[in-house]
T-cell receptor, first 112, second 113 residues
């Protein structure tokens, strides 16, 4: 099925560095979501975005809903070791009801 | 329970056998979703329940896959005549109502030998 294009696939950074990842699509989404998944667990919602241009923060995390509604980015500032995990973007379309379309994930490794 | 639970956590089966995966959503959540996650990939939508009915089952990959939900609570995902390409983690999520935040369970890791 359709998936969002998420990049980068993986990142290896030093503790304290800032991180940026993004998702793009060829079609419009009405909601953008960012999730984090740790080994053996289901994804956990980090940030939800509902309006084009919206910029939302959650602690050290900041995410934006692109003006074109076809993209979103997630920034993590001052990374710490517990930020390790896989980050997924997800989008919802009005025409698709409640189903979410997921990106393929960004594997983040933080070296202490 | 406090969160979404799924059982079993791991299932190893032989090709051709049927398997049943169970999801217990958060109490009071009317919407329930099943997703499949292949190794190293994102989640693929399978089916959505609102109450006990499934208004969107368009993500089920073949007629070997079916799901039901009873009592607006527990859901089972059944895969008949399993194939090796069915190997994946099957994740269940529930939400208070459609379009509310989806809370995910830990998943069932299915391995088809």
């Amino acid at each position: 099925g359709q998936q969002l294009n998420q990049s980068p696939q993986s990142m290896f950074i030093q503790e304290g560095e800032d991180v940026s990842m993004n998702c793009t699509s060829s079609s419009i989404f009405n909601t953008w979501l960012w999730y984090k998944q740790e080994p053996g667990e289901g994804p956990v919602l980090l940030i939800a975005l509902y309006k084009a241009g919206e910029l939302t923060s959650n602690g050290r995390l900041t995410a934006q809903f692109g003006i074109t509604r076809k993209d979103s980015f997630l920034n993590i500032s001052a990374s710490i070791p517990s930020d390790v995990g896989i980050y997924f973007c997800a989008g919802r379309k009005k025409t698709s009801g409640s189903r979410l379309t997921f990106g393929e994930g960004t594997q983040l490794t933080v070296n202490p | 329970g406090a969160g979404v639970s799924q059982s079993p956590s791991n299932k190893v089966t032989e090709k051709g056998k049927d398997v049943e995966l169970r999801c217990d959503p958060i109490s009071g959540h009317t919407a329930l979703y099943w997703y499949r996650q292949r190794l190293g990939q994102g989640l693929e939508f399978l089916i959505y329940f609102q109450g006990n009915s499934a208004p969107d089952k368009s993500g089920l990959p073949s007629d070997r896959f079916s799901a039901e939900r009873t009592g607006e609570s527990v859901s089972t995902l059944t895969i008949q005549r399993t194939q090796q390409e069915d190997s994946a983690v099957y994740l269940c999520a529930s939400s208070f109502d459609r379009d509310n935040e989806q809370f995910f369970g830990p998943g069932t890791r299915l391995t088809v030998l």
